[in-house]
Nanobody, 116 residues
Framework: QVQLVESGGGLVRAGGSLRLSCAAS????????MGWYRQAPGKQRELVAD???????NYADSVKGRFTISRDNAKNTVYLQMNSVTPEDTAVYYC??????????WGQGTQVTVSS
């Protein structure tokens, strides 16, 4: 089994920064994609950014230039550096791991609240 544990959420003022971390443990294949999704109240869950084990990244248009995703393959950990946050970034942020076997796993979510 695979477990994902997120950390780093909290309350931040608009224009500030926050860094999220997600550590994966268990049966993890080397070939995988890790990513961050978010879900705001009343909205669908959406992709924020993801990164392959080879380092290829993908960002939602709304966060390009402000957020940076990175990973440490040795630690099976993915990070999301969030800069210049706005109230529209307020959401529960979820970590996801997609293995090459098409198995997918989700973290429990971490709340990010941006005050204006």
């Amino acid at each position: 089994q695979v477990q994902l544990v997120e950390s780093g959420g909290g309350l931040v003022r608009a224009g500030g920064s926050l860094r999220l971390s997600c550590a994966a443990s268990g049966s993890i294949f080397r070939t995988n994609t890790m990513g961050w999704y978010r879900q705001a109240p009343g909205k669908q869950r959406e992709l924020v950014a993801d990164i392959s084990s080879g380092g290829s990244t993908n960002y939602a248009d709304s966060v390009k230039g402000r957020f940076t995703i990175s990973r440490d393959n040795a630690k099976n950990t993915v990070y999301l550096q969030m800069n210049s946050v706005t109230p529209e970034d307020t959401a529960v942020y979820y970590c996801k791991l997609d293995q090459w076997t098409r198995s997918a796993y989700w973290g429990q979510g971490t709340q990010v609240t941006v005050s204006s």
